[in-house]
């Protein structure tokens, strides 16, 4: 990139190009360039983040938009047409303001005039409008301080020993598109009950829903492989299936329903 970037946004290309490195990209697209602006931090990461967006997130969202490539990819990786686009766009952004240097928040702009790609896409997927991150983007050029970045919100999945294949599938999805999955009942924020075929509460399970119960803690009962509500309803929301058929799917919306039982946690 030549010296009419900024140092922060050199280090965003190559950031952008370990990305594609990682998925083993033959080129390095919007989707990449993103996660290097989410890589940086500074202003866009900034931007991006107080609408709820994380690193991991937007990276699963981008492996599950592209994939992963079956082999490493030696040599010069070029830009792809889209993301040639997005950079000259952020230059014209950038002059267009009076800035003599391309910024990380004028490549953000860049992004967003660019219609097609991974990079809209990714925020399509994220529930994100691409005209709230420009008025954002503005915002941060014009001076204006934005609120903090949302918090993602902590899950602790209670499960019998027998579903701990299930849970596990689960809370690595969860991981993946950037939820944040803790190991002791005492620091979630939102406790998932894993519900199974046959499902009957163990004295486990009954004592992390009563450590919630105190504290005050959304329950979300997930109901995996067909099992049906327990007869016994535990207290909170409600159930939200998981089928094998459509897993990401349903963990997305489990994802969703986490949100609206803890509003201003992700």
Same mark, same amino acid.
């Given at each position: 990139? /030549?010296?009419?970037?900024?140092?922060?946004?050199?280090?965003?290309?190559?950031?952008?190009?370990?990305?594609?490195?990682?998925?083993? &990209?033959?080129?390095?697209?919007? +989707? &990449?360039?993103?996660? +290097?602006?989410?890589?940086? +931090?500074?202003?866009?990461?900034?931007?991006?983040? /107080?609408?709820?967006?994380?690193?991991?997130?937007?990276?699963?969202?981008?492996?599950?938009?592209? +994939?992963?490539?079956?082999?490493?990819?030696?040599?010069?990786?070029?830009?792809?047409?889209?993301?040639?686009?997005?950079?000259?766009?952020?230059?014209?952004?950038?002059?267009?303001?009076? &800035?003599?240097?391309?910024?990380?928040?004028?490549?953000?702009?860049?992004?967003?005039?660019?219609?097609?790609?991974?990079?809209?896409?990714?925020?399509?997927?994220?529930?994100?409008?691409?005209?709230?991150?420009?008025?954002?983007?503005?915002?941060?050029?014009?001076?204006?301080?934005?609120?903090?970045?949302?918090?993602?919100?902590?899950?602790?999945?209670?499960?019998?020993?027998?579903?701990?294949?299930?849970?596990?599938?689960?809370?690595?999805?969860?991981?993946?598109?950037?939820? /944040?999955?803790?190991?002791?009942?005492?620091?979630?924020?939102?406790?998932?009950?894993?519900?199974?075929?046959?499902?009957?509460?163990?004295?486990?399970?009954?004592?992390?829903?009563?450590?919630?119960?105190?504290? /005050?803690?959304?329950?979300?009962?997930?109901?995996?492989?067909?099992?049906?509500?327990?007869?016994?309803?535990?207290?909170?929301?409600?159930?939200?299936?998981?089928?094998?058929?459509?897993?990401?799917?349903?963990?997305?919306?489990?994802?969703?329903?986490?949100?609206?039982?803890?509003?201003?946690?992700?």
């Amino acid at each position: 990139m /030549s010296e009419r970037f900024t140092d922060g946004a050199q280090r965003v290309s190559a950031l952008a190009l370990q990305e594609a490195r990682g998925l083993n &990209h033959t080129s390095i697209s919007t +989707g &990449h360039l993103l996660l +290097g602006l989410l890589g940086q +931090g500074g202003a866009a990461a900034a931007v991006l983040g /107080s609408l709820g967006l994380s690193l991991p997130g937007c990276r699963a969202h981008v492996r599950a938009l592209d +994939g992963r490539g079956s082999l490493p990819v030696p040599g010069h990786l070029p830009f792809t047409p889209g993301a040639k686009r997005a950079l000259a766009a952020a230059v014209r952004e950038a002059f267009a303001l009076g &800035h003599r240097r391309v910024d990380t928040e004028h490549l953000l702009l860049g992004l967003l005039a660019e219609d097609d790609g991974v990079a809209p896409d990714v925020l399509a997927r994220s529930g994100v409008p691409t005209a709230d991150v420009r008025d954002r983007a503005f915002a941060v050029l014009a001076g204006i301080e934005l609120p903090p970045a949302e918090r993602p919100a902590r899950l602790f999945l209670s499960h019998r020993p027998q579903d701990l294949h299930l849970a596990g599938r689960i809370a690595d999805r969860l991981d993946d598109i950037g939820r /944040s999955v803790v190991g002791d009942v005492a620091q979630c924020d939102v406790l998932l009950a894993v519900i199974g075929p046959g499902w009957a509460p163990t004295e486990a399970v009954l004592g992390h829903v009563e450590a919630a119960r105190t504290r /005050s803690v959304p329950v979300i009962p997930v109901l995996v492989d067909g099992a049906e509500p327990p007869a016994d309803p535990l207290p909170g929301t409600g159930c939200v299936t998981v089928r094998h058929e459509t897993f990401r799917e349903d963990v997305a919306r489990l994802a969703d329903a986490v949100r609206c039982a803890r509003p201003g946690l992700g």
